[in-house]
């Protein structure tokens, strides 16, 4: 069973940055691929960024792309997100999800590939 807790939101100034943190507390974190969401008020959640099982790949939306990192350690069972040149527009619940079948190399872009998520974690960045 999965079980995903996001920690590490909060407020931030405009062109800082935050480290998301996803917690698995089940014990099949390293055979999931890790995705990234994000839902702002009034919106659809949007897709983020997503990292293979191994971490051998990595995707991002084109929204983010070289300003979020995605990365995990199986280690500790734990995704992150470092977010850096954080916009207004980034303001947002971040939730992280796991994606537990698929090719080494796939990264799901589609809320519903994901079967499990956590709660999410409030990030709001101040212009």
């Known amino acids: 069973q999965v079980q995903l807790v996001e920690s590490g939101g909060g407020l931030v100034q405009a062109g800082g940055s935050l480290r998301l943190s996803c917690a698995d507390s089940?014990?099949?974190?390293?055979?999931?691929?890790m995705g990234w969401f994000r839902q702002a008020p009034g919106k659809a959640r949007d897709y983020v960024a997503a990292?293979?099982?191994?971490?051998?790949?990595?995707d991002y939306a084109d929204s983010v792309k070289g300003r979020f990192t995605v990365s995990r350690d199986n280690a500790k069972s734990r995704a992150y997100l470092q977010m850096d040149s954080l916009e207004p527009e980034d303001t947002a619940v971040y939730y992280c999800?796991?994606?537990?079948?698929?090719?080494?190399?796939?990264?799901?872009?589609?809320?519903?590939?994901?079967?499990?998520w956590g709660q999410g974690t409030q990030v709001t960045v101040s212009s």
């Open positions: 999800a796991a994606h537990t079948s698929g090719s080494y190399s796939y990264t799901p872009r589609f809320d519903y590939e994901y079967s499990q």
């Open positions: 089940g014990h099949t974190f390293s055979q999931n691929t």
């Open positions: 990292i293979t099982r191994s971490g051998t790949y990595t």
